[in-house]
């Protein structure tokens, strides 16, 4: 991205990024987290969307000060510096594929009242292609992930025709990852008691949908 010279660099760079970088990234830890855990696996999607709510709230400050300092190309270059010594390193000494490779089980050690794990139904994937609920879950993730990247990458934009200066700007990702932390901590509790299919993907109608269900 810090050699982008013009649509098309610029295009194939966006498209890197957001496919290799948070689709991937996420993707992976998502995958990862449904393999390890079954009973707490509410638990365990919760405090992974902490830390990514966390990182909302933070990093655009880090990046607004990059670009501020060292300007917008030498910004890509530090974040990809970054993401080589951190997370490429740590994913590939951690990640490990399925418990049972390892002769384990997921969860851990359970208590004797949660040793038994409900059974989940598995398909390769030309079987799960064949099937409705993936077509719709992959339709229900393309559009959530197309709205929050053109939001974000707008983000700025949308803020200077409101007037908001660009620090400032920067600033609403402080309470807005805070708001996703706390709401994706509920919604993961939440989802190691309620039935998946009564909450939405973002997590707020795992609280919102019992509010209204008992208020009519």
């Known amino acids: 991205m810090g050699l982008v010279q013009g649509v098309i660099t610029l295009g194939l760079g966006f ?6 970088g948070q689709g991937a990234l996420g ?3 998502v995958n990862a987290i449904n ?16 830390g990514f709510a966390l990182g909302i709230g933070t990093f655009p400050l880090l990046i607004e000060g990059l670009i501020t300092q060292y300007g917008w190309r030498w910004a890509y270059g530090l974040l990809g510096v970054l993401v080589a010594v951190t997370i490429l390193p740590v994913g590939a000494v ?6 049972e490779d390892y002769g384990l089980q997921p969860d851990g050690r359970l208590p004797t009242s949660l040793v038994e794990r409900p059974t989940e139904a598995n398909a390769p994937l030309p079987a799960a ?16 992930a197309a709205l929050g990247t053109g939001l974000l990458f707008h983000h700025y934009a949308i803020m200077a025709a409101s007037e908001v200066e660009r620090p400032v700007a920067a600033l609403v990702f402080v309470p807005y990852g805070l708001v996703t932390a706390g709401a994706n901590l509920v919604s993961g509790l939440l989802l190691d008691r309620i039935s998946p299919r009564f909450c939405s993907v973002p997590g707020w109608g795992c609280w ?7 208020h009519g």
């Open 15 to 20: 498209i890197a990024i957001r496919g290799l």
């Open 27 to 29: 993707l992976i830890s």
């Open 35 to 50: 393999l390890w855990f079954v009973q707490r696996r509410g638990l365990a999607l919760s405090l992974s969307g902490i």
């Open 94 to 99: 951690v990640f490990r594929r399925q418990p």
């Open 129 to 144: 292609r064949r099937t409705l609920t993936f077509w719709l879950f992959s339709v229900g993730n393309i559009a959530v």
């Open 208 to 214: 919102v949908w019992p509010y209204c269900w008992r």
